[in-house]
């Protein structure tokens, strides 16, 4: 048997032993990490794995397990063994047969541009990065170069037999002109053409610059510009917490909100795997449904929450093309800029903070929105309309929804992010908030 | 795995280390007393590290052929040599008192005696309890997750320097997350996790249901009677729960030694400390924070480390002093130490790096009495929700979730929400005294890049704080 033929040989056995339904994914994945920090590689990773998933239902009854790659005796036993764990699980409140198809994928999502693993090249990208940072004068840069290609091979009982692959350059650089004056920048591409690890290391080195002799700011409250790193990590509490199953869990601020007014009028976001060539896009979920465009918030109004076939049934829509078998997720995070350029938006701050990123994003309750978040590196106090000194020992401390309510303007220019603490790919521009309280350490 | 570190060997490199890890795990989710289904889950695979001209390549596959093993030694040397051209100091491997052990928990109750109904019976009957709890006092618990997973994990890994340990060690652990609702009052939230090493015995003595019933009547509680906190200079009583989570942020974390040397930078972030900063005064003399792998059952447990060093107790702050920091042998051989086996790595796929185990304040010999009854004014601080802090772990905020206002060295009613925003010397500095009882919550820490989230126990015993500021600023 062919290694691409185990789904389709699992999907048959389960289906001959008794699911109603079975979905079956081999993932086979290759990855190369290099860390680094003080301007030397600190280690040199590869990973190279090959995964298979079985998800089945006996009608309500639904049992799922990973495994590796075994021999075809073995993975007989494993659906045997996964039917009778089902038998025995006590029913889910909702059956939800899997979708059916056949489904017409768009082709070009289910191709990636090829990328070199070439230690040599991808070692070039890191000394890029750190060149970068070094142009601006900083003392020393870490971060992490991740080139990473997957191939998935999807059989379901409804119908779905296909294969996507997906390739990914990441380049995350933190630089510092001092202890306490850093900055950091991404450049994250499905291909080689527009990655740009020195741009990025020369971002973050004009932030760390700008950065030095860092003030301890005033706590209050501010009119906030908040870079591209931040309102990254505040449109993932959207997008992941729009996901269904975590509103049913009341892990989220979104609870009971569809049709009503979440954020300011000049806030649109989507969820939309199917852009060509963008970090996170796919041609199916994990159900085999096709990828497509949701409209989360439209003019701050919550349109919709993500689903797979088991929340859709539950919450009586249809699916959003968003399994995760147990729970639904948003690929590709995407804000629909403003008009005004990054000038444009800090001219209209009298009084205000420009936060170039942020960390350690925690709820007091997901169900209120009430939470605190980080700024790190680069933090500005501008004064009329130009940064005015350098801030340091400031923490965001509001509500989500507030802060999406109090969303002033967007700028024009978008920027990919994607990091250790932004797990989404988000496409999004900078934002100025109105009103955002910051608070700081005493003692 | 033998044949890989020879085969390393053959390759010129100066260290190699070859590591087998199998995790099987069964995990069951209950969310709003439903099953949402049964996951079966068994990553295993094996992992290969080599330093070659002070570069170091780990590479990894779950792909368990000779050819595959092969393959991956080569992949880890090739991706080493070619960064050694860029490298100024690489790295080395430090001495460390390197052992041949085989470690076996053995469960008293093997998690497969334990049928799947019966597991799920349990999470039935716990959601139950706290939903019956929390009706009585008209509030209602709409949202309720309950996450129990059970997992095994087997290691085996052989250093070309003469380390050889295998080890057997079954974990078992709960999550959830509770809503509590009143239509007048709104909501509010509690959130933790159970985590032991041992068998399903853990699992029985945890109590389930009589927990959630208590956490239940707290949490309507809180939402019924809870006033204002007050603000400004006061005392305070921190809970062995907030002690916790400010032995593992404000004293682990800092005291890493990967950190002082900024391995971690662009990820989890460095510290306040230098390498120069042992001897340096944080604290009263009260205070005496500890990291000890060695608790039996205890969620971070482990009698080797990751690279073969025998696992020992570290004392990171000695009577308000910084007495020393967490080491692998990489960090070690920096420091010119040697590792006191704080290597750990949570699958094998990923790299052995410096890690908390179990960290804890140790205890004094107040009462939970006698620290209440002096404080004239303030506010016991029993449980908490929302934390976090900063990149070079000095700034950091705890929100309380259960807590009581304290008047003449009596607990009174309850108040909502006192914040701690305070400076890690601040907070260490302030504890005047230390309770006797030890009490540990299990947390999963998170660091490393890929990330990994690692079994700990952080604990402690209740402490009191002086003329700390509550409520921000």
Same mark, same amino acid.
């Given at each position: 048997m062919k290694r691409g033929e185990i789904p389709l040989r699992i999907v048959d056995l389960g289906i001959k032993q008794g699911a109603t339904d079975i979905t079956t994914s081999l993932v086979e994945s290759y990855r190369v990490m290099i860390r680094f920090s003080n301007n030397e590689i600190t280690v040199s990773n590869i990973y190279r794995e090959a995964l298979i998933n079985i998800f089945l239902m006996i009608g309500r009854r639904r049992a799922g397990t990973t495994v590796a790659i075994t021999t075809t005796k073995n993975l007989e036993a494993t659906v045997k063994n996964l039917i009778k764990v089902a038998k025995i699980t006590p029913p889910a409140d909702v059956y939800a047969s899997l979708p059916q198809g056949p489904f017409h994928y768009d082709p070009s999502l289910l191709k990636s541009p090829k990328i070199s693993f070439d230690p040599d090249k991808l070692i070039g990208y890191v000394e890029e990065a750190i060149n970068g940072a070094s142009e601006?004068?900083? !003392?020393k840069a870490a971060g992490t170069l991740i080139a990473t290609r997957t191939k998935m091979t999807l059989a379901t009982s409804g119908q779905v037999y296909e294969t996507q692959e997906g390739t990914g350059l990441e380049m995350s650089i933190r630089a510092f002109a001092s202890d306490i004056a850093s900055g950091h920048a991404v450049s994250i591409t499905r291909? /080689? !053409? /527009?990655?740009q690890p020195a741009e990025a290391g020369r971002t973050a080195g004009e932030v760390a610059k700008a950065a030095l002799n860092p003030k301890p700011g005033q706590s209050g409250r501010y009119i906030a510009l908040l870079g591209p790193m931040v309102f990254a990590d505040l449109i993932n509490q959207v997008g992941i917490l729009s996901s269904a199953f975590l509103v049913d869990a009341g892990?989220?601020?979104?609870?009971?909100?569809?049709?009503?007014?979440? $954020?300011? !009028?000049r806030l649109n976001v989507f969820d939309d795997p199917?852009?060509?060539? $963008?970090?996170?896009?796919? $041609?199916?979920d994990d159900e085999g449904v096709p990828a497509k465009k949701n409209v989360i918030i439209e003019k701050g109004v919550l349109k919709t929450y993500l689903h797979n076939s088991t929340t859709a049934k539950k919450f009586g829509v249809e699916t959003?093309?968003?399994?995760?078998?147990i729970e639904p997720v948003p690929w590709n995070l995407i804000v629909e800029p403003g008009g005004k350029s990054f000038e444009d938006l800090l001219a209209q701050m009298d009084d205000g903070i420009y936060v170039t990123n942020n960390w350690y994003l925690r709820y007091q309750n997901y169900r209120t929105g009430d939470f605190s978040t980080i700024p790190r590196d680069g933090m500005f106090l501008i004064k009329r309309g130009e940064i005015y000194a350098s801030l340091k020992e400031l923490r965001i401390s509001d509500n989500m929804l507030r802060i999406m309510q109090n969303i002033k303007d967007l700028s024009k220019s978008r920027f990919w992010v994607k990091w250790w603490e932004v797990e989404v790919p988000t496409f999004t521009p900078y934002a100025i908030v109105e009103d955002l309280n910051f608070t700081k350490s005493t003692m | 795995m033998e044949l890989a570190v020879n085969f390393a060997r053959e390759l010129g490199v100066e260290y190699a280390e070859a590591r087998f890890q199998s995790d099987v795990r069964e995990s069951i989710i209950l969310k709003n007393g439903v099953p949402e289904a049964s996951i079966l889950g068994e990553d295993k695979g094996i992992s290969m590290r080599v330093i070659f001209n002070g570069s170091l390549g780990f590479a990894s596959t779950n792909v368990l052929t000779e050819r595959a093993t092969e393959n991956t030694v080569k992949q880890a040397f090739r991706i080493a040599k070619a960064a050694s051209?860029?490298?100024? #100091?690489g790295v080395s491997v430090g001495k460390g008192e390197l052992e041949e052990a085989k470690v076996e928990i053995k469960? #008293?109750? =093997?998690?497969?005696?334990?049928d799947l109904d019966s597991k799920v019976l349990l999470l039935k009957e716990t959601d139950e309890a706290a939903e019956a709890t929390a009706i009585k006092s008209q509030?209602?618990?709409p949202a309720r997750i309950l996450t129990l997973d059970t997992w095994i994990t087997e290691k085996t890994f052989i250093t070309s320097d003469g380390a050889r340990v295998s080890s057997i060690t079954p974990r078992a652990a709960l999550f959830t997350l509770l809503t509590a609702y009143h239509p007048q009052k709104g909501t509010v939230q509690r959130y933790f996790n159970l985590g032991e090493t041992g068998g399903w015995e853990v699992v029985e003595k945890w109590n389930l249901p009589e927990l959630f019933r208590s956490e239940a009547h707290s949490l309507s509680k809180i939402l019924i009677e809870a006033k204002n906190s007050p603000k400004g200079e006061t005392d305070i009583v921190l809970g062995p729960e907030v002690m916790g989570i400010v032995s593992h942020e404000s004293c682990g974390h800092p005291s890493e030694a990967d950190r002082i040397l900024g391995r971690e930078a662009a990820q989890a972030g460095e510290t306040y400390?230098?390498?120069? &900063?042992?001897?340096?005064?944080?604290? &009263? &003399?009260?205070v005496n924070v500890v990291d000890d792998?060695?608790? =039996?059952? &205890? *969620?971070? *447990?482990?009698?080797?480390d990751e690279e073969g060093v025998k696992a020992r107790k570290r004392i990171l702050i000695k009577e308000g002093v910084i007495n020393e920091f967490l080491h692998n042998r990489e960090t070690a051989s920096v420091f010119g130490v040697e590792s006191n086996g704080s290597s750990r790595a949570s699958a094998y796929n990923r790299e052995p790096i410096v890690r908390m185990a179990n960290t804890y304040l140790e205890p004094g010999d107040y009462t939970e009495e006698e620290l209440i009854e002096g404080v004239k004014d303030g506010v016991y601080i029993k449980n908490f929700m929302e934390w976090n802090i900063d990149d070079r772990r000095f700034n950091q905020r705890y929100v309380g979730l259960e807590a009581y206002r304290i008047e003449n060295g009596n607990l009174k009613e309850r108040v909502r929400n006192p914040i701690l925003e305070i400076t890690t010397i601040g907070l260490w500095s302030a504890i005047d005294a230390v309770g006797e009882y030890l009490e540990f919550q299990a947390a999963y820490c998170g660091k490393g890049d890929p990330m990994q989230a690692i079994p700990v126990w952080t604990g402690g015993p209740h402490a009191r704080l002086r003329k700390v500021r509550l409520g921000g600023t």
């Open positions: 601006r004068g900083v !003392e291909g /080689e !053409e /527009e990655f892990q989220s601020f979104l609870v009971d909100k569809i049709g009503s007014s979440v $954020a300011s !009028e199917t852009i060509n060539g $963008a970090f996170g896009s796919r $041609a199916f959003t093309g968003n399994a995760g078998l | 051209r860029f490298l100024k #100091r469960p #008293r109750v =093997k998690f497969g005696n334990i509030v209602k618990i400390l230098k390498k120069d &900063s042992l001897g340096l005064q944080v604290g &009263s &003399s009260v792998p060695t608790l =039996k059952g &205890s *969620f971070g *447990f482990y009698e080797y």
